[in-house]
């Protein structure tokens, strides 16, 4: 009754406050680390980037080491966190995340497999993102009678049949991962290991992190578009098809959107836990169910989050820098169970 | 005499490998109510949802205001006939109004009060909920009511949904007495409105029903004007009891003797 009261009040206020926050973390991701940068140099180096202008100062370097580490961050949240939002709501299930559809897991195994054959930091993203295609086309052919189904019943499992058919895909990715975990040369073990806790060292493109913001604000659109329907769709397919929702054809394209979601962050910062788990949750509490308010709103939070625990990670033990998925989960843990125990 | 609202021919409703209704012939001109009588299993759901577009028929066709059933677009039918379920799922918190409101999607007005909705939309929604009696409800969680009062909250939404033909699925299964009645004549005082619905409790369909369709559940069945089909003649081998009709007042009241 308190949610369905507060729902409404400020839906526009939390967007607002989330875009603030997503602003005031950006210029704190580009400000502080092993060196800090003086707001003012900053604003300078800025100027000198937008204008085109080559700059040679410490801030310039540092701006151009951090900004896209800090694209990337943004969009990794903001990817993981509209994937794990649609999720729960298609799958109707509150403990989905962008992992239980197996999709990250083949990317993994995928990374785990180009860093153990020595590749560079773009082929390893390029092998996750091809690994992540497959487990989807896997999930696509595996249970493709839920999926492609003419018929729209009550039965509720269908919901099941993807999600267990998703835990397959994700425990045989599990497996193959140890092996090849156990098989990998010493050497690169630890990559690997970053790599699976998620981790954005790797992350020095721009051209990659102006793709990864572009994705996300593509797919994001794509999902907004379905927002509506999917909200019908929370209240089973039967009900939402004769009030005049394609179910089939919606839940088609969104799983599809949540695959390129969760392969796109995957192969670029690892399997970052957490995020996509704990922002719409945190969005739900917050703004109620419907998708057309949680959508954008975890989006970005999610995109703070990550951004924050990443910029966390570079400063807390510099110059040794903490995996970013460990961090979110040691800030955001604390706050969900918060969250929890409020009445 | 103007064409049907809905019409099937030679319709064909299997579960399995079983046959629950054979070459079903109906004519459901507008403004009827039938009811669809038959024991537990008879596949009074399962042709509800077939009736529906929700499930695709074995066998025969289905017309609906003149267009076959299968050239209807989701959306188009859904400004056409709407249908209670009876069950419903509510994952998350959602108000009642809310849920209301969303039966309103093919329309595109029912985006919620707070975020600037249209009023008319809003005030629909709310007669709706008054008609079914929960209007003081609008505010609540769907997850918090009572069964019955989800019912109710379920049929609001269908009304809200403005289509010529409502489908039914046991749509007072959870309803007190006075609500039973309550229901029943608030669908009935809505003009022009057809339904089809699944009902188990032979008086309330004797009172609510212009025709009546007997699912025997083998594939055999009986259609036609509810008093003449409902009579426990026909009744007492469709449930396979001995059922008894006694005057009382104004009404025929049924009774079943086990």
Redesign the interface.
């Given at each position: 009754?308190t949610?369905?009261?507060s729902?409404?009040?400020s839906?526009r206020a939390v967007l607002q406050v989330l875009g603030l926050a997503a602003l005031l973390s950006l210029l704190g991701a580009l400000r502080f680390g092993s060196v800090s940068i003086g707001a003012g140099e900053l604003l300078e180096a800025s100027v000198d980037l937008v204008m085109g202008r080559d700059g040679t100062s410490l801030a310039a370097t540092l701006l151009a080491l951090r900004l896209p580490r800090a694209g990337t961050a943004m969009a990794v949240g903001g990817l993981l966190a509209l994937s794990g939002a649609l999720l729960q709501s298609l799958l109707?299930?509150?403990l989905a995340d962008p992992y239980v559809l197996g999709v990250s897991g083949g990317a993994s195994c995928a990374a785990m497999l180009a860093i153990g054959a020595g590749a560079g930091a773009a082929a390893i993203a390029l092998s996750a993102a091809g690994g992540a295609l497959l487990a989807l086309s896997l999930l696509f052919a595996l249970a493709h009678r839920a999926l492609f189904a003419?018929?729209?019943?009550?039965d509720?499992g269908k919901d099941s049949a993807i999600l267990l058919t998703g835990v397959m895909i994700a425990s045989l990715s599990a497996a193959v991962l140890s092996l090849v975990l156990s098989l990998a040369p010493d050497g690169r073990l630890r990559t690997m290991v970053f790599w699976l806790l998620g981790d954005l060292g790797g992350a020095t493109s721009p051209m990659l992190a102006a793709l990864a913001l572009a994705t996300w604000l593509v797919l994001g659109l794509v999902a907004q578009r379905d927002a509506?329907?999917l909200?019908?769709m929370?209240?089973?397919d039967?009900?939402a098809?004769?009030?005049?929702?394609?179910t089939t054809q919606v839940r088609r394209r969104l799983i599809i959107v949540t695959a390129i979601a969760t392969g796109t962050a995957v192969a670029l910062a690892g399997a970052v836990g957490f995020v996509g788990f704990v922002a719409p949750h945190l969005v739900?509490r917050v703004l109620?169910?419907?998708p057309?308010h949680v959508l954008p709103a975890a989006s970005l939070l999610g995109a703070v989050l990550v951004l924050v625990a990443d910029t966390v990670g570079r400063c807390a033990a510099a110059p040794l820098q903490l995996p970013v998925g460990a961090l979110m989960a040691l800030i955001g843990v604390p706050v969900f169970i918060w969250q929890l125990q409020r009445p | 005499m103007s064409p049907p609202l809905l019409s099937c021919r030679g319709l064909e409703v299997r579960a399995g490998r079983r046959c629950l209704v054979r070459a079903l012939d109906l004519d459901v001109a507008a403004g009827q109510r039938w009811v669809l009588i038959g024991p537990n299993g008879a596949g009074k759901t399962s042709l509800l949802?077939v009736l529906?577009?929700?499930?695709?028929a074995e066998q025969g066709t289905i017309v609906l205001a003149g267009t076959p059933l299968r050239q209807w677009s989701?959306?188009h039918?859904?400004?056409m006939?709407?249908?209670v379920?009876d069950?419903?799922?509510?994952?998350?918190?959602?108000?009642v109004l809310?849920?209301v409101l969303?039966?309103r999607?093919?329309l595109?007005d029912g985006?919620?009060?707070?975020?600037g909705g249209a009023g008319a939309a809003v005030a629909l929604a709310r007669d709706c909920l008054a008609a079914m009696d929960c209007l003081a409800l609008a505010?609540?969680?769907v997850r918090?009511l009572s069964r019955g009062e989800r019912q109710r909250v379920a049929l609001a939404a269908a009304l809200a949904?403005e289509t010529a033909l409502v489908?039914l699925d046991e749509p007072i299964s959870h309803q007190d007495p006075r609500h039973q009645i309550q229901v029943l004549q608030a669908l009935q005082a809505r003009a022009g409105c057809t339904y089809i619905g699944a009902l188990h409790d032979i008086n309330a369909a004797a009172r609510f029903a212009t025709h009546a369709l007997l699912l025997y559940g083998d594939g055999r069945w009986v259609a036609g004007c509810s008093g003449t089909v409902l009579t426990p003649d026909t009744l007492s081998p469709l449930f396979e009891t001995e059922i008894t009709q006694v005057e009382a007042g104004a009404h025929r009241v049924f009774l079943s003797h086990g």
């Open positions: 009754m949610a369905m009261a729902s409404g009040i839906r109707r299930n509150p003419r018929d729209v019943l009550l509720p509506p329907a909200n019908l929370l209240g089973g039967l009900q098809y004769t009030q005049g929702v394609p739900r109620g169910a419907d057309r | 949802l529906a577009g929700a499930r695709p989701v959306e039918l859904a400004g006939r709407a249908m379920a069950r419903w799922i509510d994952p998350f918190a959602t108000s809310d849920t969303a039966a999607y093919r595109h985006a919620g009060e707070r975020h505010g609540r969680d918090h949904q489908l």
